[in-house]
T-cell receptor
Framework: DTGVSQDPRHKITKRGQNVTFRCDPISEHNRLYWYRQTLGQGPEFLTYFQNEAQLEKSRLLSDRFSAERPKGSFSTLEIQRTEQGDSAMYLC????????????FGQGTRLTVV | AQTVTQSQPEMSVQEAETVTLSCTYDTSENNYYLFWYKQPPSRQMILVIRQEAYKQQNATENRFSVNFQKAAKSFSLKISDSQLGDTAMYFCAFANTGNQFYFGTGTSLTVIP
């Protein structure tokens, strides 16, 4: 296992289009997190999963955003009707359950909405 | 609500010197963890060091150590013998009992040869 992988690494889309990102976590990790990071800011929490269950969603996550982890393995994050304000780096991380366990991050998907 | 504050947007240090990055946090929880993550340019974030709130002894990892002041809610990172490869963004993070992470805005560290 080579760590958390995200696909694609870069995505340029026109405003109003839908985009979908994929995250493959470390195989034995049951926790999976999605974060959004804009330039000069730290990662902002969007949502996380315990196995296939989505346990929490941030208020940042508007109705245009949806995330799934259908079999408790990989996850997808979809943004519908993209807006320029959605331009950001979308980070995925995974961890084991338990306080203090390290979150391992992917390299992110950089979204540019034009 | 948990908040993490990093008041130093940018810092620089001469190679081989020591630098300290500051972090404060706010929480009403009693049991939590604190982390420092490093994000090199165009690369993914990696863990530098972590500290459990119940442990009074400050964590150390080779050249990296923390100064954890629980009462003051302060968690600074000291990097000794700075190396060029330490150039990166450094994020302080808080994890609550649900292992939900909250990050600061980061400090951009440049090591000058």
């Amino acid at each position: 296992d080579t760590g958390v992988s995200q696909d694609p690494r870069h995505k340029i889309t026109k405003r109003g289009q839908n985009v979908t990102f994929r995250c493959d976590p470390i195989s034995e990790h049951n926790r999976l997190y999605w974060y959004r990071q804009t330039l000069g800011q730290g990662p902002e929490f969007l949502t996380y999963f315990q196995n296939e269950a989505q346990l929490e969603k941030s208020r940042l996550l508007s109705d245009r955003f949806s995330a799934e982890r259908p079999k408790g393995s990989f996850s997808t994050l979809e943004i519908q009707r993209t807006e320029q304000g959605d331009s950001a780096m979308y980070l995925c991380a995974s961890s084991l359950t338990g306080l203090g366990t390290e979150a391992f991050f992917g390299q992110g998907t950089r979204l540019t909405v034009v | 609500a948990q908040t993490v504050t990093q008041s130093q947007p940018e810092m620089s240090v001469q190679e081989a010197e020591t630098v300290t990055l500051s972090c404060t946090y706010d929480t009403s929880e009693n049991n939590y963890y604190l982390f420092w993550y490093k994000q090199p340019p165009s690369r993914q974030m990696i863990l530098v060091i972590r500290q459990e709130a119940y442990k009074q002894q400050n964590a150390t990892e080779n050249r990296f150590s923390v100064n954890f002041q629980k009462a003051a809610k302060s968690f600074s990172l000291k990097i000794s013998d700075s190396q060029l490869g330490d150039t990166a963004m450094y994020f302080c993070a808080f994890a609550n009992t649900g292992n939900q992470f909250y990050f600061g805005t980061g400090t951009s560290l440049t090591v000058i040869p």
